[in-house]
Every structure is written in structure tokens, then in C-alpha cells.
């Protein structure tokens, strides 16, 4: 990852908690809120029940043989995402796609040894800086495995660095034909056609290693690092403050008040989830629990519709101002991708691979709107 980040910088540089709050006293559903987003079919909602408001989990929950507490505390600085959405599923280093049963599977890409061994005697000549040197073993190791596709990747590294930006895309481009699934091919990519002054096909390509990998850290630093590209990848649209969790037979609300009843709304919602197993299987056919689509949209929903509400009717209280993006992803028909964008991609960060085509489109349709911005339209 360090070799990466530091190839794509040179490429353009040339390159302790306080008492507890009082809790609003209600999540009613205010009106009018914005219209309720609905899940694609593509999605797993079909023959779901229709999402619930905020009042009909309050009613549910009061009617609920579980017992709810609720627990109004200081939320961690970037909310509870991590307990919400933790890691489940580890990246594979270099991941190939394989359908299996219909189904799109990820699955490490085969080795070679012999090639694997030129590989390494050529890391140690660029790691010198002996590019010409580094690219004949990397054409040694594409002479013993051609579809071994990180040293064309390399291959490429050494001609760019050798001062051959044209030769160098040449090589990236025929690394991403033989593994088109790799976001560090679409961001090396980008960073040679830049290189090369073509900047609309550049932001196209690392447009496509977002969707592919959504949250990589290497291409944020790189804009990050490079303000004179006029991009910039915007920050999360969620930072999380309710929360909630089994405890023994109860099941805790926590949430933060400074952040305002929308995610009171939320934390009402997850507990829901959590204490009744009855509405997981009437909206996913299934009372195990798994990360869902429509679990994490339903909740959204109860969100939006609440911060909206108190907008619209100038609620006195506090109020989260980042759920202004929230609403406008909804209103823009973008929820499922904003779910698998940030919240899936934060279980199984190359869960992107595994998505149909159309998918995958519209999940780029995202990053253009939402993510990848100029920065005049942040």
C-alpha cells in the first residue's frame, strides 16, 4: 500500500465523558418530511413490508414485551460507525471474481512461483531506482505467467518511472483487461493519464477505483496531497450518533442529544431490529441476523424524515447539519447506493465486486454526485 500511495505522489508532484444529557422528548413523525426512500429490487426488498415511521417504532417498542432503555450519552468523535458496521469480511490482496452458482464470488488470484520469484528480484532493483533493470525481470516474470497481472502493474511502475508516462498507461491498461477488478489499476490509471494532461479520462479512472474499492484510504490521502487537481473526495455522509445493543434482556438506546432527535429516530430503529425478531423476518424473510440494505434504509429513513421535519417546522433544539447530505442522497434516488457505498463497503470493504453490472454503474453515478467532487461543488 505504501508503494502505491508513494508512486501516485510523485507522479503529479513533479508531485472523558460529561454528565448525561437531557433526551428529546419525542420522535414523532413531524409532516411534511421528505418523501420515503425506497429500496431497488435489485436490493433485497421484494415482498417486504412497507418501511416503518419513526411513531410506529415508538408504538412498537411501548407495545414490546422487550424491554427498552434508553441511554443518552456522549458519542464517540466520529460516531458509532465501527460498532455499527464492523469489519467482517478481510480484502483479499489481490481479489478475482468468479460466479458460482450464479452468483458472483471473490476469490484470491492464483500465484506463480517462478514468476513471483523474478517479481521479488525486481522489487529490489526499483527500490534502488534501477528502473531498466527492474523492467526486464518484470517481463520475465509476464514471460512465465502472462496473466500474472501485478507485474504488468509493476512493469508499468518502472516504465513511468523511467519517464515513459504513455508506456506506462499501456501496461496499466492491459493489467486492468487481464483483472479488471483491481481499483489500483483504474488509480494508476489516473494518476499517468493526468500525467499525460488528459484529465477528464483520469478522474473517470479513479472515479472506478472508488466504486471498486469505496473506502480507499490511499486515494483520499492522494487528493488529499494534490489540491492543484481541483478534486477532492469528500468525507462520509454519516457519522452515526445513536447506537444500540443487547444487554442482558434489555436492549439499550444510546444516543447523543447534542446531535438532535433524528438520531434518536435511529437508535429507536436499530434497537427495533435488535429486540424483534419478528419484523427482521417480515422485511428480510429471515430472523437471522446478517447486515441488510433494508434494515440500514428503513432506519435512514426514520432519520431523514425526522431532521426534516424539525427543519421544516422550526423545532427548537439541537440538530445535525450533516444530515442535510443525508436528505439530499435520498431526494437525488441514491439510498441503496449510499448504504452499499458506505456502510456494506465498511463489512466487506470489496463487497462492489460482487454487484451486477447495472449496479455498479449507478454506484459510480454516485461517486460522481456525492463523492468525487470538484471542489467548488462541495
Known sequence: MVRYLLVAACLLGVGCASA?????????????GPERPVVSARQEDSGRRPYLTPAQVMKWMEDSKVQYRLDPKDSPPGGWAEELWPLRVEPLAAP???????????????????????????????????????????????T????????????????????????????????????????RLYYFQGSALARLGRMDEAVEAWIWSLVLFPRNPVLRQFFQQ????????????????????????????????????AWLAFANCKALWLGEPTHRQEMTGTTERHFSSVEETECLASTAVVHEGQKNQSEEGPTDASLDRLTAVIRDGMITELVLFELAARVHPQ??????????QRLREYVVRHVLLPVGRR
Not at 448525561?20 to 411534511?32: F, L, N, R
Not at 458472483?104 to 534501477?130: M, S, T
Not at 501485478?150 to 523511467?162: C, E, H, M, Q, V
Open 226 to 261: 494534490h489540491p492543484e487537481l481541483g478534486l477532492v473526495v469528500l468525507d462520509d455522509v454519516l457519522a452515526p450518533r445513536g447506537f444500540a445493543r443487547k444487554e442482558g434482556e434489555e436492549v439499550i438506546v444510546e444516543f447523543d442529544p447534542d446531535y438532535g432527535a
Open 144 to 183: 512465465e505467467c502472462p496473466d500474472c497481472y501485478l507485474a504488468r502493474a509493476y512493469l508499468g511502475d518502472a516504465t513511468l518511472f523511467g519517464g515513459d508516462a504513455a508506456g506506462a498507461l499501456v501496461h496499466y491498461q492491459k493489467a486492468a483487461e487481464t483483472n479488471p477488478h483491481d481499483y
Open 96 to 142: 478475482r471474481v468468479a460466479v458460482d452458482d450464479g452468483q458472483r464470488v471473490l476469490q484470491e488470484w492464483p500465484g506463480n512461483p517462478k514468476a513471483e520469484a523474478f517479481v521479488l528480484q525486481a522489487e529490489e532493483h526499483y527500490r534502488a531506482r534501477r528502473y531498466a533493470e527492474a523492467a526486464r525481470l518484470y517481463e520475465q516474470a509476464l
Open 351 to 360: 463487497y462492489t465486486l460482487t454487484l451486477a453490472d447495472e449496479d455498479r
Open 20 to 32: 448525561p444529557k437531557p433526551a428529546p422528548t419525542s420522535t414523532s413523525e413531524p409532516a411534511p
